[in-house]
């Protein structure tokens, strides 16, 4: 069974910047799409970034400039770069994968920007 376990989130002030990491340990399947999204409370989840196997990227217009996704196949894991935060950034962030045609979503880390 595949759990994917996310790290880096925190409280970070207007204009700082932090990195999340997203891992898929033990996985021996083939990920094709990752992607991070973002849930502010009582909405819905909401598309942050996307990155194919190949190194294609996607963002958000809200994020574009300032997020940069990136991944390491070989360690099976996702990266989301946030830099210049806003408090508007401020959400529970959730990372995506699909692994042998199945969705695997991660656990959640809380992003907190505020002074």
């Known amino acids: 069974q595949v759990h994917l376990v996310e790290s880096g989130g925190g409280l970070v002030r207007p204009g700082g910047s932090l990195r999340l990491s997203c891992a898929a340990p033990?996985?021996?399947?083939?990920?094709?799409?990752m992607a991070w999204y973002r849930q502010p409370p009582d909405q819905q989840r909401e598309f942050v970034a996307l990155i194919t196997r190949g190194g294609d990227t996607n963002y958000a217009d809200s994020v574009k400039g300032r997020f940069i996704i990136s991944r390491d196949n070989a360690k099976s894991t996702m990266y989301l770069q946030m830099n210049s935060l806003k408090p508007e950034d401020t959400d529970v962030y959730y990372c995506?994968?699909?692994?042998?045609?199945?969705?695997?979503w991660g656990q959640g880390t809380q992003v907190t920007v505020s002074s």
């Open positions: 033990g996985s021996l399947g083939s990920i094709d799409n």
């Open positions: 995506w994968m699909k692994i042998d045609g199945i969705d695997f």
